[in-house]
């Protein structure tokens, strides 16, 4: 189990008007709080040179996960809905080096696929806070296929990469 001192809590508030030079600023200063409170805490050093590659490691996460998305462009999608959701789901909570890995062999598995060759009706599914990819199965178990998604779990966070440059 986790041991109470494992445990890492902060709050941070994050701009309402980001492009306001006070709003950003301040955030600046938050994020500073947040980085030195989890230096102390857990007894690291997190350099400039840690948070490029965690932002490029990422970003590869996020460039693999499109790839998916893409791939839902089919006109008979090698990916459904439901198991998308569960990749993005996953996006969320895997280390990304084992995540990109996982995804890349995915990938791989598709060519040739149709995940659901009697489905009627390709669907945009949007919303909030989604991550139960029994939910999206239900839907399609109607006839449906999911091939694009505005949900929180889903494509709002994976749509956009980081900007690498300095």
């Not at 439901?82 to 280390?95: C, D, W």
């Not at 999206?136 to 749509?159: H, P, T």
Request: hydrophobic share 35%.
């Amino acid at each position: 189990g986790i041991e109470k001192n494992e445990i890492f809590t902060e709050f941070v508030t994050t701009p309402r008007v980001p492009d306001d030079d006070v709003s950003l600023g301040y955030y600046k200063e938050e994020l500073v709080r947040l980085k030195d409170g989890m230096e102390q805490h857990f007894g690291v050093a997190i350099t400039d040179k840690d948070l490029k590659s965690a932002v490029a490691l990422v970003n590869e996460s996020r460039r693999l996960v499109m790839d998916l998305y893409k791939r839902r462009k089919d006109q008979k999608p090698p990916v459904s809905g439901a198991e998308s959701l569960a990749v993005t789901v996953s996006f969320g909570s895997m280390p990304k080096p084992a995540f990109n890995e996982t995804m890349k062999g995915l990938l791989s598995a598709l060519d040739g696929r149709v995940a659901l060759p009697n489905a009627r009706k390709r669907l945009f599914l949007y919303g909030g806070e989604l991550d139960d990819p029994e939910y999206v199965k239900l839907i399609e178990d109607q006839g449906g296929v999911v091939v694009a998604d505005g949900l929180c779990f889903g494509a709002r966070q994976v749509w956009e990469s980081v900007d690498e440059t300095p």
